[in-house]
């Protein structure tokens, strides 16, 4: 019995280019909310720390918000929630935890 499933060599495999591009976009917003994520941890340790002024520490504020922001926008450009960009890591747990 023959796997129909499989491609066979010199046929082509369809794919659908919106698909691509939603998961590609999905894909790299993944690893930039991950980034954003890891970023705003640092800085509030930092500023508990108290190792920036109160300047700094508006400045940082303002900063995160705006990448926050950014990023919903991005999300909402792609159609994508923040769970699509939660990948499940199986026993790990998900990837992005949300506070």
Do not use: C, W, Y
């Amino acid at each position: 019995m023959t796997d129909d499933r499989a491609p066979r060599p010199g046929r082509r495999i369809e794919v659908d280019e919106e698909s691509v591009r939603k998961s590609l976009a999905g894909l790299v917003l993944t690893i930039v909310e991950l980034l954003r994520q890891l970023m705003e941890r640092q800085a509030l340790r930092r500023v508990e720390q108290g190792g920036i002024s109160d300047e700094q520490i508006e400045k940082l504020g303002l900063t995160l918000m705006a990448l926050e922001q950014n990023m919903a926008e991005l999300r909402e450009h792609f159609g994508l929630t923040e769970d699509d960009l939660n990948l499940d890591l199986g026993p790990l747990g998900p990837l992005l935890p949300r506070d």
